[in-house]
Every structure is written in C-alpha cells, then in structure tokens.
C-alpha cells in the first residue's frame, strides 16, 4: 500500500492564518521602518555637512532634508544637537505606536545618531 502524503485541511488553514498575521504586521510596521530610515539618513547627510554651522542651521537643514524625503512624524525640533570629542553629533528619538488590533498596538522606540560609534546599526 502506498501512503498518502501531504496537508490537511485543517493545518492549511492554520498555516494560512498564521502566514496572514504575519504579512499583517509586516504591513503596519514596514511604513515606520521606512521612514525611520529617512531619518537616519537625513541625520547623517546634515551632521557631515555640519562643520562652522549653528545649531539653528543645522535643524534648518535637516527641515529641508524632511521636506525632500517626505518625513512627517519627527521635526528638526525633535533633534539634539551635541559636540562630541570636538565633533558635532546629531541624535534623535522617538516613539511609535503602531495599532494592530482593537486596542492592541505594538510600541516600537526608535532611536540614532551620527556619531562613529553608532554607524554600525
């Protein structure tokens, strides 16, 4: 007698129901991912830039790298601007609130700057 292989119904479903919560959480979260990446870019193109410039042309310029990428939910406002070892670094963070399901929601901290020991994340 041969035997039969393959999926039952009933794990098909529950494969099916687990594969689609999952795409559905990468769709909610990819977005804030996305853009949390824009920042980190920005933050960086402005703190090379940065040398001989205030603190106020410094956020002015990454409100022009916002404007470019299209960044919505932080601010030049939001930055902290510091020397480090006579160097200027540029940091940021920022929380997320990504809702999931009725009151369920996912918190994700973001957080970067520009100096050289955080180029690694």
Do not use: C
């Amino acid at each position: 007698m041969k035997r039969q292989r393959g999926l039952a119904l009933s794990a098909l479903l529950l494969w099916g129901v687990g594969i689609a919560m999952v795409a559905i959480l990468v769709i909610r979260i990819l977005p804030d991912v996305i853009e949390y990446s824009k920042i980190k870019h920005a933050v960086k193109a402005v703190a090379s830039e940065s040398a001989g410039k205030t603190v106020a042309e410094i956020r002015h310029a990454f409100g022009q790298y916002a404007e470019v990428e299209h960044i919505k939910g932080f601010g030049p406002a939001d930055l902290e601007i510091f020397k480090e070892e006579n160097q200027v670094v540029v940091a940021f963070a920022y929380e997320k609130r990504v809702p999931l399901l009725g009151n369920v929601s996912l918190l994700i901290d973001f957080s970067g700057s520009s100096s050289a020991r955080d180029s690694g994340q």
